[in-house]
């Protein structure tokens, strides 16, 4: 494993563990169902373009993203498969979307006769997933205006419908009125466009926790993000699909020393040393690389398999932890650390562990923002 030359700190990708829980999830599709990975916001932090390969080595059919230029980024990595924008972007996108044979989503006429147009002259037919709002109330056309829209892009030889989609708001839920309301609007919206003679291409609607608890509603594709890389989108998916964490968050100790008794410790000196043989440590990883600044002397750290406690308001660039080498509880007694001692954030250190989900509770906020934030600016090695 090579790690980074120029800076201790880095997040590493265990792409063994991202093809197991893709083939976990194709074990959960129906005969004939498609299965789009989700690789936007960088793959959730994980890397792109080396997510979508070890996705595409274990049958992911389609890859879906956030922005044109994600999409862009695939297609310079290599990636040829069909890419869904999930969105409308601007029109000003309209030239790349055609250049790089992208799906854009589309809800609004104007931006679909634009696309048509241009995928005409370059010679091209532009397929486009139409966006269905059946509730989430962020994009999408309405429902009842779905078929109006159709019928007033259909007649573009340069348009052609690849898919027909809608997005859950409460898929983690399971007897949920408001995710049945939408899976009954989603399909009467389907329904009419069908009666109507036009096609809708692949139909597709669940997301992870859909795929996990709402088989019935696969329709031709599912789309997957969140769970490929190992991480539950609620309690009540765990015990319906083992997955295994793709991410580990690690970096090495740049100095560590005995500080005089009530000495502080960072910025406003939020924690001062309360007694003698306390060595306080620094690991070059901030908030600048997703180590929250509200986790200041709130959460642990791991080191040769047990839990330190970090210490001082983390910095943009660096964060410091203590440790008490006459206390047992809180590290192992006698010993001492050193310059290079590698540090685990997040990920697994002997028998202890510390989940995306422990940080993501200490913050107040869900898994998917723990990992996407560790992946602004952390180095990546992958396993």
């Known amino acids: 494993m090579g790690l980074p030359n120029n800076r201790w700190a880095w997040a590493e990708i265990n792409l063994g563990?991202?093809?197991?829980?893709?083939?976990?999830?194709?074990?959960?599709?129906?005969?004939?169902?498609?299965?789009?990975?989700?690789?936007?916001?960088?793959?959730?932090?994980h890397g792109a373009a080396a997510c979508a390969k070890a996705l595409r080595s274990v049958g992911a059919d389609q890859f879906g993203v956030a922005t044109v230029d994600e999409g862009i980024a695939l297609r310079q990595s290599g990636i040829e498969d069909p890419i869904l924008v999930l969105n409308q972007p601007p029109l000003e996108s309209i030239d790349d979307l055609v250049t790089f044979d992208l799906m854009p989503s589309v809800y609004e006429i104007d931006f679909a006769l634009g696309f048509g147009e241009a995928s005409s002259a370059a010679g091209k037919v532009g397929k486009y997933h139409l966006a269905i709002d059946s509730g989430m109330t962020r994009i999408g056309v309405r429902r009842e205006e779905a078929l109006e829209l159709r019928r007033a892009i259909d007649f573009h030889r340069g348009l052609e419908c690849a898919g027909t989609f809608t997005h859950f708001a409460t898929a983690d839920l399971l007897d949920d009125w408001d995710f049945a309301l939408q899976v009954n609007r989603f399909t009467e919206a389907v329904s009419v466009i069908h009666e109507a003679g036009l096609e809708t291409g692949l139909v597709h609607a669940d997301n992870t926790p859909g795929t996990i608890l709402h088989p019935d509603v696969q329709f031709d594709m599912c789309r997957i993000g969140i769970g490929l890389y190992g991480l539950h989108p609620a309690e009540n998916t765990i015990p319906r699909i083992a997955l295994e964490p793709v991410m580990s968050v690690r970096g090495r100790v740049t100095r560590a020393i005995y500080p005089n008794v009530g000495d502080g410790v960072g910025y406003g000196l939020t924690w001062r040393v309360p007694r003698k043989n306390i060595q306080v440590a620094t690991v070059p990883i901030g908030y600048a690389d997703g180590l929250a600044r509200c986790l200041s002397n709130r959460m642990d750290v791991l080191v040769d398999g047990m839990r330190a406690r970090q210490v001082g308001n983390i910095c943009m660039d660096q964060f410091m932890f203590a440790v008490d080498i006459n206390r047992a509880r809180s590290y192992r007694p006698?010993?001492?650390?050193?310059?290079?001692?590698?540090?685990?954030?997040?990920?697994?250190?002997?028998?202890?562990?510390?989940s995306a989900d422990e940080i993501a509770k200490l913050r107040g906020t869900i898994n998917y923002e723990v990992v996407c934030d560790f992946g602004m600016r952390l180095d990546k090695v992958y396993l």
């Open 17 to 45: 563990a991202l093809r197991r829980n893709a083939k976990a999830f194709k074990a959960q599709l129906a005969r004939g169902v498609k299965f789009m990975a989700i690789v936007k916001a960088d793959a959730y932090g």
């Open 334 to 354: 006698g010993y001492e650390v050193i310059e290079g001692d590698m540090v685990t954030i997040m990920g697994a250190d002997g028998d202890e562990y510390i």
